[in-house]
């Protein structure tokens, strides 16, 4: 297990993952967050968070859910600017409830499944500018289409009917993947083959990271 000390140097470090559903982007963001003692930041689970709390947003996300229509850019924003206030105010040390008493020293956040739109990256940008922050790289997961809808199939959810699955994948190609282009014009991203087993991806990972973080200023992340 690799592990870098952030928080020590005192420095922030913003990373977001990005990937088709399938591509196992959720399982690398799960394992890379305590690598680099972040906050793993994932909108599902933030969604759920907020509702299991009764706080006034968490009210207007259930009440979004009852409707069944999809949560708004605006809510999805607002949620992620809470947690961040959260995560800078050490929250997790008042009992607040808004992020995991045994939450991680490191002031950054590893974003999952977060920024998905156009309007949620620029208002991404503006958080992280607006606290003097940046996003400091995008990890792209990437696997054969057809490799995804097997994964997808095989998992056996509810929702995960072919059509269902085919209609999730267009979605992400529409809306999602045109953001990669814009993090890869700004020499953010970081692309790894998902179609592997899952350790291999992560060593993958971890040492096409450390090496694109060595030319920035985060390069002092120290991992051990």
């Not at 968490?58 to 600017?81: C, F, K, N, P, S």
């Not at 977060?114 to 992280?128: H, I, V």
């Not at 995804?148 to 190609?173: C, F, K, N, P, T």
């Amino acid at each position: 297990m690799y592990e870098a000390t952030v928080a020590d140097k005192g420095l922030t470090l913003h990373l977001i993952v990005m990937g088709p559903q399938g591509s196992g982007k959720g399982t690398q963001a799960a394992l890379l967050a305590p690598a680099l003692r972040l906050h793993h930041l994932s909108t599902g689970e933030l969604f759920r968070a907020a509702i299991a709390l009764g706080s006034p947003l968490g009210r207007a996300i259930q009440a979004v859910y009852d409707r069944g229509d999809l949560i708004t850019d605006d809510l999805t924003v607002e949620l992620v600017e809470e947690r961040l206030d959260a995560i800078v105010a050490g929250d997790a040390r008042s009992g607040s409830g808004l992020i995991p008493t045994d939450a991680p020293a490191a002031v950054g956040a590893l974003f999952d499944g977060f920024p998905r739109t156009g309007p949620q990256a620029q208002a991404l940008d503006e958080l992280l500018t607006g606290r003097g922050d940046q996003i400091d790289g995008v990890i792209e997961i990437t696997a054969p289409e057809e490799q995804l809808v097997e994964r997808l199939v095989a998992r056996g959810r509810s929702d995960d009917s072919l059509e269902g699955i085919r209609r999730r994948l267009e979605q992400y190609h529409a809306e999602t993947a045109p953001l990669l282009e814009i993090y890869r014009a700004r020499g953010l991203v970081v692309s790894v083959d998902g179609a592997r087993p899952v350790e291999t991806v992560h060593r993958d990972l971890v040492g096409r990271l450390r090496q694109h973080l060595a030319g920035t200023d985060r390069g002092q992340v120290a991992w051990r």
